[in-house]
């Protein structure tokens, strides 16, 4: 096995003369919880959205398990079945059901038959605490359980790692428990993860490292309880003192 899950190396994002990244390095090793805070607008979800090539970096380097999916040799399609994404949004089609939601990826992409796409599916659904909405439609479900079912969606592809890109920002404050709790089950599980995340609390609780992002680089990182409890950049303090 690669030594790394995720090396990001000099990474550059520009829209038109918007330079939104500039040059950002950072590693994520396996089995890690790697939490990226910072202001609206400071490249945290380009940075993840390039992480698996959602957004093409306009230069440097991203190795996921020591592949470099920069490479226009390499087969993305193969690196990006190792990758489980969780938008903002829940991206669940509105026109099938749960089970439907999460077995469908997974008899087309990866070829599974749909009794065998079922099991996994009502398996990951009773992770996340659902079972008993497999024949719901999304529109008959809370955001924080549509959540939920995105992210059992993503689990049910057998990913060696999970990107969150702020998962709980549009939920109302009462349901974003249940989504951090199924977050927290999955890191005690040994997941990889990188999670964009405006909770402080999920961070402390449960990252190994904490990035804070402004204006397109890496101000600081480190352990997220020194980081929080004891910022070392004038920048990281303003930011933390209007949170916090």
Known sequence: MT???????????????????????????????????????SGKSTLLRCVNRLEEPTSGTILVEGIDICDPETDLDQVRSRIGMVFQQFNLF?????????????????????????????????????????DAYPAHLSGGQQQRVAIARALSMDPDMM??????????????????????????DGMTMLVVTHEMGFAREVGDKLVFMDDGVIVES???????????????????????
Do not use: W, Y
């Open 163 to 188: 990107l969150f890109d702020e998962p709980t920002s549009a939920l109302d404050p009462e349901l974003v428990g249940d989504v951090l709790a199924v977050m927290k089950l999955l890191a005690s």
């Open 94 to 134: 509105p026109h099938l059901s749960v089970l439907r939601n999460l077995t469908l990826a997974q008899q087309r992409a990866k070829k599974r038959s749909k009794d065998e796409a079922v099991a996994i599916a009502r398996a990951n659904l009773e992770r996340v605490g659902l079972s008993d909405k497999e």
């Open 222 to 244: 480190g352990d997220p309880r020194e980081v929080l409890g004891n910022p070392q950049h004038a920048r990281t303090q303003l930011f933390l003192s209007k949170v916090l």
């Open 3 to 41: 030594a790394k899950a995720i090396e990001v190396r000099d990474v550059h994002k520009r829209f038109g003369s918007n330079e939104v990244l500039k040059g950002i390095d950072f590693d994520v090793d396996f089995g890690q919880v790697v939490c990226v805070i910072g202001p609206s607008g």
